[in-house]
């Protein structure tokens, strides 16, 4: 099962990044960053929360982590990014990285997954775009996911966070299912299918995956009885 899903969920990121590679170029985000012209870009950019509705908000930082420009605009404190997952990701990585969940700052504070986007000026990062995806819209796409009436499935990120889940709210306290049997395996990247017999947790048929490219793993349970 995971092998299928884990696909279709790629296909469900892929969009995220072509849209977002397509209107940097498309909109020359390099040429207006590099002249400072950060308003400009957002305003350029902005139109992108149309194109694909589980896209929540954008914004830029420069290569410091310093906020420059965001749409919608919203209040938040916050001088620098650079503490942040996805800043420390994309500057690694130089190329489009998913971040863990987490909750944003600016308000309302919601939780939220961010697709990071260098900008760049040859091999130099000039900027970043960061793209949020809220939580709902990860709980959305497993829902159209479903397998059998009684099968759960559910994603989680790099740290065994979960993104979403049928039974758990989107916007509640992030949950940590990291030391679960199945995800902790997931974790090491492993792809299996297996009998799960836990006390706490239940007994179920798992079937998991992670997408190693962006740190996001997708698991399936199908509860069996043991009596």
Same mark, same amino acid.
């Given at each position: 099962?995971?092998?299928? @899903?884990?696909?279709?969920?790629?296909?469900?990121?892929?969009? %995220?990044?072509?849209? &977002?590679?397509?209107?940097?170029?498309?909109?020359?985000?390099?040429? @207006?960053?590099?002249?400072?012209?950060?308003?400009?870009? #957002?305003?350029?950019?902005?139109?992108?929360?149309?194109?694909? =509705?589980?896209? &929540?908000? %954008?914004? @830029?930082?420069?290569?410091?982590?310093?906020?420059?420009?965001?749409?919608?605009?919203?209040?938040?404190?916050?001088? $620098?990014?650079?503490?942040?997952?996805?800043?420390?990701?994309?500057? *690694?990585?130089? $190329?489009?990285?998913?971040?863990?969940?987490?909750? /944003?700052? *600016?308000?309302?504070?919601? =939780?939220?997954?961010?697709?990071?986007?260098? %900008?760049?000026?040859?091999?130099?990062?000039?900027?970043? !775009?960061?793209?949020?995806?809220?939580?709902? *819209?990860?709980?959305?796409?497993?829902?159209? !996911?479903?397998?059998?009436?009684?099968?759960? #499935?559910?994603?989680?990120?790099? =740290?065994?966070?979960?993104?979403?889940?049928?039974?758990?709210?989107?916007?509640?306290? #992030?949950?940590?299912?990291? $030391?679960?049997?199945?995800? /902790?395996? !997931?974790?090491?990247? /492993?792809?299996?299918?297996?009998? #799960?017999?836990?006390?706490?947790?239940? $007994?179920?048929?798992?079937?998991?995956? @992670?997408?190693?490219?962006?740190?996001?793993?997708?698991?399936? /349970?199908?509860?069996?009885?043991?009596?």
């Amino acid at each position: 099962f995971s092998e299928l @899903l884990a696909d279709l969920l790629q296909k469900k990121i892929d969009i %995220i990044i072509s849209l &977002g590679n397509l209107y940097l170029d498309q909109y020359k985000i390099g040429d @207006l960053v590099k002249n400072g012209e950060w308003e400009e870009a #957002i305003q350029s950019l902005k139109s992108i929360l149309e194109k694909e =509705n589980s896209i &929540g908000r %954008i914004f @830029l930082v420069d290569p410091e982590g310093a906020p420059k420009a965001d749409f919608p605009p919203l209040p938040y404190s916050i001088q $620098s990014f650079a503490f942040r997952d996805w800043y420390k990701g994309v500057m *690694a990585k130089k $190329s489009v990285y998913v971040s863990e969940v987490y909750k /944003r700052s *600016a308000e309302p504070q919601l =939780n939220v997954v961010v697709f990071a986007f260098p %900008i760049k000026d040859g091999d130099s990062i000039i900027g970043i !775009l960061g793209i949020q995806v809220l939580a709902d *819209a990860w709980l959305n796409w497993i829902n159209e !996911l479903k397998i059998t009436p009684e099968s759960v #499935i559910f994603v989680v990120d790099k =740290n065994g966070h979960v993104v979403a889940h049928p039974g758990i709210d989107p916007q509640a306290d #992030i949950v940590d299912y990291s $030391s679960q049997p199945d995800v /902790r395996k !997931l974790l090491q990247e /492993r792809a299996s299918t297996e009998f #799960i017999i836990d006390p706490e947790i239940g $007994s179920f048929l798992s079937s998991y995956k @992670l997408i190693p490219e962006h740190n996001i793993g997708i698991v399936v /349970r199908v509860p069996i009885k043991t009596d």
